[in-house]
């Protein structure tokens, strides 16, 4: 077994079948959705803040190492997140504290498309935003498809 440690995402190989990271996999996650940032509005946001907090509030006292980090989210500030003239996602994120830390970035939807899952974050303590942003997504998902069914149905 080895590990390759890349800028963004640690492959690993095991007997020759390749594994993607799980931030990857969260990326592909949404992609494969077909979900992109003209499908999200401040409201969506709000709902992935709800399921980052339950998935903290669940998964941190599993661990000691988690437990002892008391990560929370961080109180959302309107300069956080840009959204363009149809309010659909520029770019923004969620931010997190914990018991030594303030302001670290959570899950953040840059520019350009490209998602980061609090990158400062070791194996354990990166798996409730994960959890929580494939949640999201099949949420989002499911709003998207009421949508698209209620065009439809006025068309």
């Known amino acids: 077994m080895y590990v390759l440690f890349c800028k963004r995402k640690i492959t690993t190989n095991l007997g020759g079948k390749e594994m993607k990271d799980e931030r990857e ?10 979900l992109s940032y003209k499908s999200i509005y401040l409201t969506h946001i709000r709902e992935l ?15 000691n190492h988690s437990r002892q980090m008391d990560m929370r989210l961080h109180k959302e500030r309107k300069k956080d997140l840009k959204f ?11 931010w997190i504290d914990g018991s030594y830390f303030e302001s670290r970035e959570g899950l953040y939807f840059n520019s350009d498309g490209f998602i980061g899952f609090c990158g400062w974050a070791d194996c354990e303590n990166k798996m409730p935003f994960i959890i929580a942003f ?21 068309e």
Do not use: H, M, V
Request: charged letters at 40%.
């Open 49 to 63: 803040r709800k399921l980052i907090k339950y998935e903290l509030q669940t998964y941190l006292p599993t661990t």
């Open 84 to 94: 363009n003239r149809d309010d659909f996602l520029i770019e923004g994120g969620i």
């Open 25 to 34: 996999e969260a990326r592909d996650y949404f992609k494969n959705r077909r």
């Open 134 to 154: 494939k949640k999201w997504c099949d949420w989002l998902c499911s709003k998207c498809q009421q949508k698209q069914q209620i065009l439809e149905e006025k």
